[in-house]
């Protein structure tokens, strides 16, 4: 199983949060969020910030890192690396799996990611044939996304997606991301959607929607 930095804000947790960090970084990097998250009102919850395994990244030269999976050239789509996207999805499962036996409900786990780590977020949660409580995936987009109509969950269909973008992301650009969520929507998922001017990164307009968006999926 994944290791995690593991965060509570309430001795007895009724809900979690799992976490998912971007290319090249690991658990600690949104971690301290999380105060962010609760000076702004966000519910009583665990946090778990796992760190992706250690693999060689082809874009970056074959240099080994922390990633969910490879990143095969620019162009995101053209070639996928559908294999480590899968192994994550499974890796993701078995974290949430560990959730619910410590008590937590799946309609009370939400599950987060930026950037590569939100791509698994979609990916892994609009597969679960039981849904979770709401996915937040931020500078990201649906990956294998020719795949994904067939795959995905009729119990899922209702999760609640918050996607939020940078109009400036040199990484993973708007159209990009555009295009995921008009796939999605296309197909009668819910997503709320919100832009900033910032690149591939995230501000504190964001972190306050975040903090929003957990109070109105965790009540």
Same mark, same amino acid.
């Given at each position: ?8 804000? #309430? ?14 970084? !690991?658990?600690?990097? +949104? ?11 966000? /519910?009583?919850?665990?946090?778990? +910030?796992?760190?992706? /395994? %250690?693999?060689?990244? =082809?874009?970056?030269?074959?240099? #080994?890192?922390?990633?969910?999976? !490879? ?42 990611? +930026? ?5 698994? =977020?979609?990916? #892994? ?22 795949? +994904? ?13 918050? %996607?939020?973008?940078? #109009?400036? !992301?040199?990484?993973?650009? %708007? ?22 001017? %910032? ?21």
């Amino acid at each position: 199983m994944l290791q995690s930095v593991e965060l509570q804000t #309430t001795p007895s947790p009724t809900a979690s949060i799992v976490w998912l960090h971007g290319l090249g970084a !690991d658990g600690y990097d +949104f971690v301290p969020v999380v105060k962010e998250l609760e000076a702004l009102g966000a /519910p009583p919850a665990r946090y778990l +910030f796992p760190h992706a /395994p %250690m693999r060689p990244v =082809t874009i970056n030269g074959g240099m #080994t890192m922390r990633a969910w999976y !490879d990143i095969l050239g620019t162009e995101l789509t053209r070639r996928e690396d559908e294999a480590g996207v899968r192994e994550s999805q499974g890796l993701v499962e078995e974290l949430i799996a560990r959730e619910e036996q410590r008590g937590i409900a799946r309609s009370r786990i939400v599950l987060a990611g +930026f950037s590569q780590g939100g791509a698994i =977020t979609l990916h #892994t949660g609009l597969r679960q044939a039981a849904p979770l409580a709401g996915l937040l995936a931020l500078s990201t987009y649906l990956p294998l996304a020719a795949s +994904f109509a067939a795959e995905r969950a009729a119990a899922s269909q209702n999760v609640p997606i918050l %996607m939020a973008h940078g #109009t400036q !992301d040199p990484i993973i650009p %708007m159209a990009r991301a555009t295009e995921s969520r008009d796939a999605l929507r296309a197909l009668g998922y819910s997503v709320q959607w919100q832009q900033y001017p %910032m690149p591939h990164s995230v501000c504190a307009e964001e972190i306050e929607l975040i903090a929003g968006f957990l109070r109105a999926v965790i009540p």
